[in-house]
Protein backbone atom coordinates (compact mmCIF):
# COMPACT_ATOMS: atom_id res chain seq x y z
CA UNK A 1 0.00 0.00 0.00
CA UNK A 2 1.61 3.35 -0.64
CA UNK A 3 0.86 6.66 0.65
CA UNK A 4 -1.06 7.71 -1.81
CA UNK A 5 -3.41 4.72 -1.24
CA UNK A 6 -3.50 5.67 2.79
CA UNK A 7 -4.59 9.52 2.38
CA UNK A 8 -7.39 7.90 -0.30
CA UNK A 9 -8.72 5.87 2.55
CA UNK A 10 -8.27 8.73 4.99
CA UNK A 11 -10.00 10.75 2.99
CA UNK A 12 -12.83 8.47 2.53
CA UNK A 13 -13.36 7.03 5.76
CA UNK A 14 -14.27 10.73 6.28
CA UNK A 15 -16.90 10.81 3.74
CA UNK A 16 -14.90 13.62 1.61
CA UNK A 17 -15.01 13.97 -1.86
CA UNK A 18 -11.74 15.09 -3.57
CA UNK A 19 -13.69 18.53 -4.35
CA UNK A 20 -14.69 18.82 -0.60
CA UNK A 21 -10.97 17.83 0.51
CA UNK A 22 -9.38 20.05 -2.02
CA UNK A 23 -11.38 23.22 -0.80
CA UNK A 24 -10.46 22.39 2.58
CA UNK A 25 -6.76 21.88 2.67
CA UNK A 26 -6.29 24.23 -0.44
CA UNK A 27 -5.37 22.41 -3.30
CA UNK A 28 -7.00 21.25 -6.39
CA UNK A 29 -9.15 18.36 -6.45
CA UNK A 30 -7.14 17.38 -9.81
CA UNK A 31 -3.84 17.54 -7.59
CA UNK A 32 -5.18 15.18 -5.06
CA UNK A 33 -6.19 13.29 -7.46
CA UNK A 34 -2.67 13.00 -8.73
CA UNK A 35 -1.28 12.17 -5.58
CA UNK A 36 -3.68 9.64 -3.91
CA UNK A 37 -3.15 7.47 -7.59
CA UNK A 38 0.51 7.45 -7.02
CA UNK A 39 1.17 9.82 -10.11
CA UNK A 40 2.46 12.55 -8.05
CA UNK A 41 5.06 12.04 -5.37
CA UNK A 42 3.64 12.79 -1.94
CA UNK A 43 5.09 16.04 -0.21
CA UNK A 44 5.10 16.33 3.62
CA UNK A 45 3.06 19.40 3.44
CA UNK A 46 0.44 17.34 1.87
CA UNK A 47 0.38 14.40 4.70
CA UNK A 48 0.34 16.87 7.11
CA UNK A 49 -3.03 18.81 5.71
CA UNK A 50 -4.36 15.69 5.46
CA UNK A 51 -3.42 14.95 9.14
CA UNK A 52 -4.45 18.66 10.13
CA UNK A 53 -7.96 18.24 8.30
CA UNK A 54 -8.90 14.49 9.20
CA UNK A 55 -7.97 14.55 12.52
CA UNK A 56 -5.79 11.42 11.71
CA UNK A 57 -3.72 10.75 15.20
CA UNK A 58 -2.96 7.08 14.60
CA UNK A 59 -2.18 6.03 10.75
CA UNK A 60 -2.30 2.42 11.27
CA UNK A 61 -6.11 1.70 10.70
CA UNK A 62 -4.70 2.35 6.58
CA UNK A 63 -1.66 0.34 7.03
CA UNK A 64 0.94 -2.59 8.39
CA UNK A 65 3.37 -1.53 10.78
CA UNK A 66 6.06 -1.35 8.63
CA UNK A 67 4.04 1.10 6.55
CA UNK A 68 3.63 3.11 9.78
CA UNK A 69 6.72 3.04 10.74
CA UNK A 70 8.07 4.42 7.49
CA UNK A 71 5.90 7.07 7.30
CA UNK A 72 7.51 10.67 7.63
CA UNK A 73 10.57 9.16 9.46
CA UNK A 74 9.13 6.90 11.76
CA UNK A 75 10.93 4.33 10.30
CA UNK A 76 14.27 5.90 11.52
CA UNK A 77 13.24 5.76 15.57
CA UNK A 78 11.57 2.48 15.26
CA UNK A 79 15.24 1.25 13.76
CA UNK A 80 16.88 3.22 16.43
CA UNK A 81 14.57 1.83 19.48
CA UNK A 82 14.66 -1.78 17.82
CA UNK A 83 18.68 -1.65 18.63
CA UNK A 84 18.46 -0.19 21.77
CA UNK A 85 18.36 -1.75 25.25
CA UNK A 86 15.68 -0.25 27.83
CA UNK A 87 11.98 0.85 27.57
CA UNK A 88 11.00 2.21 24.41
CA UNK A 89 10.07 5.13 25.64
CA UNK A 90 12.83 5.92 27.21
CA UNK A 91 14.49 5.50 24.14
CA UNK A 92 11.93 7.57 22.16
CA UNK A 93 13.22 10.67 24.86
CA UNK A 94 16.62 10.02 24.16
CA UNK A 95 15.99 10.32 20.73
CA UNK A 96 13.69 13.61 21.22
CA UNK A 97 16.54 15.28 22.79
CA UNK A 98 18.56 14.79 20.51
CA UNK A 99 16.45 16.41 18.02
CA UNK A 100 15.80 19.18 20.12
CA UNK A 101 19.51 19.95 20.15
CA UNK A 102 19.87 19.46 15.81
CA UNK A 103 16.60 21.60 15.40
CA UNK A 104 18.52 24.76 17.35
CA UNK A 105 21.29 24.86 14.74
CA UNK A 106 19.44 23.05 11.87
CA UNK A 107 16.34 25.15 11.90
CA UNK A 108 12.65 23.50 12.56
CA UNK A 109 11.74 22.61 8.99
CA UNK A 110 15.07 20.32 8.60
CA UNK A 111 13.67 17.92 11.83
CA UNK A 112 10.25 18.06 11.02
CA UNK A 113 9.37 15.68 8.94
CA UNK A 114 11.33 12.84 11.65
CA UNK A 115 9.55 14.15 13.88
CA UNK A 116 6.08 13.65 12.41
CA UNK A 117 6.91 10.15 12.39
CA UNK A 118 8.15 9.94 15.85
CA UNK A 119 4.91 11.20 17.16
CA UNK A 120 2.68 8.09 14.68
CA UNK A 121 4.96 5.97 16.41
CA UNK A 122 4.88 7.18 20.41
CA UNK A 123 1.16 7.28 19.82
CA UNK A 124 1.00 3.88 18.62
CA UNK A 125 3.30 3.28 21.76
CA UNK A 126 0.78 4.44 24.42
CA UNK A 127 -2.14 2.56 22.76
CA UNK A 128 0.37 -0.65 22.85
CA UNK A 129 1.77 -0.31 26.37
CA UNK A 130 0.87 -2.49 29.12
CA UNK A 131 -0.99 -0.52 32.27
CA UNK A 132 2.44 -0.99 34.15
CA UNK A 133 4.04 1.44 31.79
CA UNK A 134 1.72 3.79 29.89
CA UNK A 135 1.96 6.60 32.26
CA UNK A 136 5.65 7.09 31.35
CA UNK A 137 5.06 6.24 27.67
CA UNK A 138 2.12 8.09 27.42
CA UNK A 139 4.10 11.38 28.88
CA UNK A 140 6.15 11.08 26.09
CA UNK A 141 4.07 10.67 23.26
CA UNK A 142 2.62 13.97 24.66
CA UNK A 143 5.80 16.00 24.72
CA UNK A 144 6.60 14.61 21.26
CA UNK A 145 3.47 15.32 19.75
CA UNK A 146 4.13 19.61 21.42
CA UNK A 147 7.31 19.35 20.24
CA UNK A 148 5.78 18.68 16.80
CA UNK A 149 3.01 21.07 17.16
CA UNK A 150 5.57 23.56 17.63
CA UNK A 151 7.43 22.60 14.99
CA UNK A 152 4.49 22.44 12.56
CA UNK A 153 3.69 26.14 13.35
CA UNK A 154 7.10 27.60 13.19
CA UNK A 155 6.75 26.20 9.26
CA UNK A 156 3.52 27.68 9.05
CA UNK A 157 1.19 24.65 9.18
CA UNK A 158 -0.90 26.12 11.81
CA UNK A 159 -4.09 23.38 11.59
CA UNK A 160 -2.11 20.74 12.16
CA UNK A 161 -0.23 22.72 14.80
CA UNK A 162 -3.14 22.94 16.29
CA UNK A 163 -4.17 19.20 16.15
CA UNK A 164 -0.93 18.13 17.23
CA UNK A 165 -1.08 20.44 20.70
CA UNK A 166 -4.50 19.23 21.36
CA UNK A 167 -3.47 15.58 21.11
CA UNK A 168 -0.68 16.12 23.22
CA UNK A 169 -2.69 17.83 25.97
CA UNK A 170 -5.25 14.88 26.37
CA UNK A 171 -2.59 12.18 26.79
CA UNK A 172 -0.88 15.14 29.47
CA UNK A 173 -4.07 15.18 31.29
CA UNK A 174 -4.45 11.15 31.00
CA UNK A 175 -0.95 10.53 32.42
CA UNK A 176 -2.03 13.16 35.25
CA UNK A 177 1.45 14.87 34.05
CA UNK A 178 1.47 18.69 34.78
CA UNK A 179 4.53 19.32 33.30
CA UNK A 180 3.35 18.38 30.04
CA UNK A 181 0.01 19.87 30.57
CA UNK A 182 1.99 23.33 31.70
CA UNK A 183 3.59 23.08 28.35
CA UNK A 184 0.76 22.57 25.73
CA UNK A 185 -1.38 25.16 27.06
CA UNK A 186 1.64 27.16 26.88
CA UNK A 187 1.93 26.44 23.46
CA UNK A 188 -1.40 27.21 22.41
CA UNK A 189 -0.95 30.66 24.37
CA UNK A 190 2.03 31.76 21.93
CA UNK A 191 -0.29 30.51 18.76
CA UNK A 192 -2.78 33.08 20.30
CA UNK A 193 -0.36 35.88 20.65
CA UNK A 194 1.00 34.93 17.12
CA UNK A 195 -3.08 35.47 15.83
CA UNK A 196 -3.72 39.12 17.96
CA UNK A 197 -6.12 37.01 20.43
CA UNK A 198 -3.84 38.67 23.24
CA UNK A 199 -7.16 38.08 25.65
CA UNK A 200 -7.41 34.49 24.83
CA UNK A 201 -3.39 33.81 25.47
CA UNK A 202 -4.04 35.54 29.26
CA UNK A 203 -6.52 33.07 29.63
CA UNK A 204 -4.76 30.22 28.63
CA UNK A 205 -1.33 31.57 31.08
CA UNK A 206 -3.74 31.80 33.61
CA UNK A 207 -4.80 28.54 33.45
CA UNK A 208 -1.12 26.94 33.40
CA UNK A 209 -0.36 28.91 36.61
CA UNK A 210 -3.37 26.90 38.05
CA UNK A 211 -1.56 24.31 37.43
CA UNK A 212 -0.91 22.07 40.42
CA UNK A 213 2.68 20.15 40.94
CA UNK A 214 5.00 21.46 37.72
CA UNK A 215 8.16 22.71 37.74
CA UNK A 216 8.72 26.18 39.65
CA UNK A 217 10.58 27.54 36.57
CA UNK A 218 7.66 26.72 34.34
CA UNK A 219 5.95 29.30 36.65
CA UNK A 220 8.33 31.43 36.17
CA UNK A 221 7.87 31.58 32.12
CA UNK A 222 4.27 31.70 32.52
CA UNK A 223 4.08 34.77 35.19
CA UNK A 224 7.06 36.53 32.46
CA UNK A 225 4.04 35.75 29.70
CA UNK A 226 1.44 36.74 32.18
CA UNK A 227 2.93 39.95 32.56
CA UNK A 228 3.67 40.38 28.74
CA UNK A 229 -0.17 40.14 27.90
CA UNK A 230 -0.94 42.54 30.65
CA UNK A 231 1.28 44.96 29.37
CA UNK A 232 0.30 44.42 25.44
CA UNK A 233 -4.07 44.89 26.21
CA UNK A 234 -2.84 48.64 28.58
CA UNK A 235 -2.99 46.92 32.02
CA UNK A 236 0.22 48.60 33.23
CA UNK A 237 -0.48 48.23 37.13
CA UNK A 238 -1.30 44.62 36.81
CA UNK A 239 1.78 44.09 34.43
CA UNK A 240 4.01 45.68 37.17
CA UNK A 241 2.36 43.53 39.94
CA UNK A 242 3.31 40.06 37.66
CA UNK A 243 6.05 41.31 36.93
CA UNK A 244 7.97 41.52 40.18
CA UNK A 245 6.32 37.92 41.03
CA UNK A 246 8.17 36.70 37.90
CA UNK A 247 11.55 38.53 39.46
CA UNK A 248 10.87 37.07 42.73
CA UNK A 249 10.61 33.32 41.44
CA UNK A 250 12.95 33.87 39.09
CA UNK A 251 15.38 34.87 41.77
CA UNK A 252 14.24 31.54 43.73
CA UNK A 253 15.04 29.34 41.04
CA UNK A 254 18.35 30.77 40.05
CA UNK A 255 21.12 28.11 39.09
CA UNK A 256 18.43 25.40 38.91
CA UNK A 257 18.71 22.93 36.50
CA UNK A 258 15.75 23.25 34.03
CA UNK A 259 13.47 20.34 33.12
CA UNK A 260 15.15 18.72 29.90
CA UNK A 261 12.01 19.78 27.48
CA UNK A 262 12.91 23.57 28.47
CA UNK A 263 16.49 23.30 28.94
CA UNK A 264 16.74 26.77 27.52
CA UNK A 265 15.74 28.28 30.46
CA UNK A 266 18.18 30.38 32.26
CA UNK A 267 18.56 33.53 34.12
CA UNK A 268 19.57 34.88 30.77
CA UNK A 269 16.54 34.13 29.23
CA UNK A 270 14.30 35.70 32.11
CA UNK A 271 16.07 38.78 31.07
CA UNK A 272 14.99 38.97 27.27
CA UNK A 273 11.54 38.01 28.84
CA UNK A 274 11.61 40.62 31.44
CA UNK A 275 13.21 43.38 29.38
CA UNK A 276 9.77 42.54 26.63
CA UNK A 277 7.49 43.23 29.54
CA UNK A 278 9.50 47.03 30.26
CA UNK A 279 9.18 47.64 26.23
CA UNK A 280 5.37 47.02 26.17
CA UNK A 281 5.05 49.20 29.51
CA UNK A 282 6.78 52.29 27.83
CA UNK A 283 10.28 51.73 29.54
CA UNK A 284 12.11 51.70 25.97
CA UNK A 285 15.78 51.98 27.06
CA UNK A 286 15.33 50.21 30.09
CA UNK A 287 13.80 47.35 28.23
CA UNK A 288 16.26 47.39 25.61
CA UNK A 289 19.05 47.44 27.99
CA UNK A 290 17.40 44.09 29.79
CA UNK A 291 17.50 42.37 26.61
CA UNK A 292 20.79 43.04 25.33
CA UNK A 293 21.96 41.92 29.34
CA UNK A 294 19.92 38.95 28.64
CA UNK A 295 21.16 37.74 25.81
CA UNK A 296 25.12 38.46 27.19
CA UNK A 297 24.33 36.25 30.02
CA UNK A 298 23.02 33.22 28.25
CA UNK A 299 24.79 30.07 26.77
CA UNK A 300 26.61 30.51 23.44
CA UNK A 301 24.90 27.72 22.04
CA UNK A 302 21.52 29.21 23.06
CA UNK A 303 22.77 32.64 21.22
CA UNK A 304 23.89 30.86 18.25
CA UNK A 305 20.17 28.81 18.19
CA UNK A 306 17.30 29.61 15.53
CA UNK A 307 14.43 30.41 18.22
CA UNK A 308 17.11 32.89 19.20
CA UNK A 309 18.22 35.19 15.95
CA UNK A 310 14.66 37.31 16.13
CA UNK A 311 15.94 38.60 19.84
CA UNK A 312 19.39 39.29 18.15
CA UNK A 313 18.01 41.13 15.12
CA UNK A 314 15.58 43.06 16.95
CA UNK A 315 18.30 44.49 19.05
CA UNK A 316 20.05 45.72 15.67
CA UNK A 317 16.88 47.65 14.95
CA UNK A 318 16.51 48.86 18.45
CA UNK A 319 13.54 46.53 19.03
CA UNK A 320 11.59 44.30 20.60
CA UNK A 321 9.35 40.92 19.69
CA UNK A 322 6.04 41.05 20.34
Given amino acids: MTTGDMLRMAR ?21 SLVETGKRRVVDDVVAAYEGELGIADWSDYMDRRE ?42 AVLPAVRGFSLLAERLTKEARLAVHSRTACVASEI ?9 STGRRQAADGSIDRG ?12 LVRGLSFLAHFKVGDANVGEAGDLIDA ?8 PMRRVSSLYHRARVQAVLGESYQAQRTLADADKSAEKTSGRTPPEDVYWYSDGLWGLYRGR ?39 EREQVPD
Wanted: hydrophobic letters at 40%; proline letters at 3%.
Fill in 12 to 32: QAAGLSLAQMGQRVNYTASYL
Fill in 68 to 109: FLSLSGGVVAGELIARSEGAPADQLASILSATRRLEDNSGAA
Fill in 145 to 153: LQYRGWLEF
Fill in 208 to 215: TLRVKGAH
Fill in 277 to 315: VLYHLGQREQGLAEVRSGLTAMPAADRSAEWCQPWRRSM
Fill in 169 to 180: IQLAKAAKDPDR
